[in-house]
């Protein structure tokens, strides 16, 4: 499935391949509507007419993504209500176990996340995710999305990269696919990023697993030179 002996470098998305999509899916869907109607003293019905709507026009732009954006907008403090529901952050299964093979290995791990830093940080304090990395990244320092193609050029100014002997590894397939549009050799898409929700169907043509036991082995077996 992966050519590792080809790869120098990977590139992880966190929300939904290292962690949990469950957290993000159940603030942004249930968590924050309800909170938005209690401080807003208005019916959840109203309250999730009015915020889903306007998430849904923004998706795909770093907007989307964007903690400030959405406590303008929504004038409430988007980032103290993520800590409201912190408990929830999770890895998903060998997510760990994967990053520390990859290292072992002696290829670069580097974490490429649209997260905004406001809650990428509240991530890191309760999972420790970058322990087990090289480096992790947020595209709100580059002022693109990974949706964006120019994203990963700018990429290459802070993090060197060879594209033909990266793998790209992200359960959203508009990002796979800007990825492969900038040149990156190998892609690996992540079917089940949301631990309530069922396995979504594997995509013709593109590599993908539904947890990362799946590709313990061959990285474990393909030790080189960092």
Not at 26 to 37: D, I, K, Q, S, T
Not at 130 to 138: A, G, K, T, W
Not at 197 to 217: K, M, N, Q
């Amino acid at each position: 499935m992966i050519d590792w002996p080809a790869l120098d470098t990977v590139f992880l998305d966190m929300d939904g391949t290292l962690l949990d999509l469950h957290f993000d899916s159940h603030f942004w869907l249930e968590h924050l509507p309800r909170r938005y109607a209690e401080l807003k003293a208005i019916s959840h019905e109203d309250a999730r007419a009015h915020i889903i709507p306007r998430i849904e026009s923004e998706k795909g732009s770093l907007q989307w993504y964007c903690v400030d954006y959405w406590s303008d907008r929504l004038d409430v403090d988007i980032t103290a209500l993520k800590r409201e529901v912190g408990d929830r952050i999770a890895y998903r299964p060998h997510a760990r176990a994967f990053m520390s093979a990859i290292r072992a290995s002696g290829r670069r791990c580097v974490i490429v996340t649209n997260c905004h830093p406001k809650p990428l940080a509240l991530k890191l304090e309760k999972t420790g995710l970058d322990q087990h990395v090289d480096r992790v990244l947020s595209t709100h320092d580059f002022g693109r999305p990974k949706e964006d193609l120019q994203f990963w050029a700018d990429l290459a100014d802070t993090e060197p990269y060879r594209p033909e002997r990266t793998l790209m590894v992200d359960d959203s397939l508009p990002v796979l696919d800007s990825a492969r549009r900038a040149g990156i050799g190998h892609l690996l898409a992540i079917l089940a990023p949301d631990s309530r929700e069922p396995v979504r169907p594997a995509h013709d043509g593109l590599a993908s697993i539904a947890h990362f036991d799946e590709l313990l082995h061959p990285v474990s077996g393909e030790p080189i030179a960092r």
